[in-house]
């Protein structure tokens, strides 16, 4: 017999929810545990994974993961595996578009290296002349984008055929619109599943979680809870690819040095009169500071001499901040508690 196989919709506590590839006897979703041999292994299972089943309880609507099939990449917060694409959600007005936070969005969504796809909603709060100089704003920085309403026009249904058959994940600021998009999209999507419902919402996690809704014309969507600040990149190189602008003027031409921040140096192609220059350069300077009040750091890395603006020499050290970068607030408050996984696994 084939294996069962299937994709996690969803992760709370110690239950994952699959959609089975395809239904058994009427039956299209498991609630499932994570076989022990999975645990001992440390492999954690996500939303998005493809998991082979075993155990399958048919009339109790449950399962066991027994496998996890092999990942094609991994977005780290929130976890969700297989991701296609990004598309990124902002509002014209309530709350107002801001350049700076827009700026934060793509650059974490640039270093996640899937498709991005930008969306601004709430067109029917602004003018027509403020709907276009955002599309030409974001076009100058390298984007394609779309302006829609939720409330007005059925615009949004453009959106139906960029995301057939594809993982995507929308991420934006609190209020944008996020829920409201995907419950337009997905309209027929019972989120409360049967039978597994009422084990499902015994979970001890009340916080908003992460979940896979079926799209009409094939693929699947899932929100991700609204923060407003993303996290910088890890380091400076990844911050400057991550400017669109920034990877065209590199491959036209060449900075003096390789290792160039793209600041006060000599010979830098980068630096000009472009729109977003002074926000990379706000960004350049956060992270550089991050990276030299890591108090216990200082003794162990090595340094350089730079020249400052006012041409004074001091040192800077020389950071790998992949290896020293602190695990954020989030990562830390997103491990699960492995004791009660511990009992559940045991019963198999
Ligand atoms: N005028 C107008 N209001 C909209 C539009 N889209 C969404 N809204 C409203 O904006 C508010 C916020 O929408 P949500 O879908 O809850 O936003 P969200 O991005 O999911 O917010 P968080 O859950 O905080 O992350 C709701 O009152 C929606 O009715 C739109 O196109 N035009
Ligand atoms: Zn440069």
């Known amino acids: 017999m084939s294996d069962l196989v299937g994709l996690v919709r969803a992760v709370q506590a110690n239950y994952y929810r699959v959609r089975l590839r395809e239904s058994i006897n009427g039956i299209e979703e498991l609630l499932c545990v994570r076989r022990a041999r999975l645990k001992k292994m440390g492999q954690q299972v996500c939303v998005g994974d493809w998991v082979v089943v075993s155990h399958p ?9 027994a496998e ?19 598309l990124l959600l902002f509002a014209l007005a309530d709350p107002p578009a801001d350049a700076h936070q827009i700026t934060r969005f793509l650059l ?16 029917d709060l602004v003018s027509p002349q403020e709907q276009q100089q955002w599309r030409d704003r974001l076009h100058q920085w390298g984007y394609h984008c779309h302006v829609l309403s939720l409330t007005q026009g059925s615009d949004w249904q453009h959106l139906h055929p960029q995301l057939a058959d594809k993982i995507t994940v929308v991420c934006g600021p609190s209020g944008v619109g996020k829920s409201s998009l995907i419950r ?6 019972d989120i409360r599943v049967g039978a597994v419902s009422d084990h499902w919402h015994r979970g001890r996690h009340t916080t908003r979680h992460v979940e896979l809704f079926p799209l009409p014309a094939g693929g699947w969507i899932a ?18 690819v991550a400017f669109p602008e920034i990877r065209q003027r ?26 977003r220059y002074p926000l990379y ?36 050290p020389l950071l790998d901040p992949k290896k020293y ?18 009992v559940l696994d045991s019963e198999l």
């Open 223 to 240: 929100d991700t809870p609204g923060f407003n600040q993303p996290e910088l990149p890890q380091d400076v190189q990844q911050l400057a």
């Open 57 to 65: 309880d048919w009339q109790g609507h449950r399962g066991a993961i």
């Open 68 to 86: 996890i099939l092999p990942r094609r990449n991994q977005l780290p917060r929130p976890a969700i595996a297989n991701v296609d694409q990004v």
């Open 184 to 189: 337009h999209l997905t309209p027929r999507e």
């Open 281 to 316: 350069i706000e960004y350049l300077h956060e992270l550089e500071t991050i990276a030299s009040s890591e108090p216990s750091l200082g003794k162990m890395l090595p340094v350089k001499a730079k020249s400052d603006r006012q041409g004074q020499q001091r040192l800077e």
């Open 250 to 275: 590199l491959s036209k031409g060449q900075c003096l040095f390789d290792n160039c921040r793209h600041d006060q140096e000599p010979g830098c192609c980068v630096r000009g009169d472009w729109e």
């Open 108 to 123: 974490t969504a640039e270093g996640l290296n899937v498709e991005i796809h930008v969306v601004f909603t709430k067109a």
């Open 325 to 342: 970068r602190r695990r954020s607030r989030r990562q830390q408050h997103q491990h699960l508690n492995p004791m009660a996984e511990e």
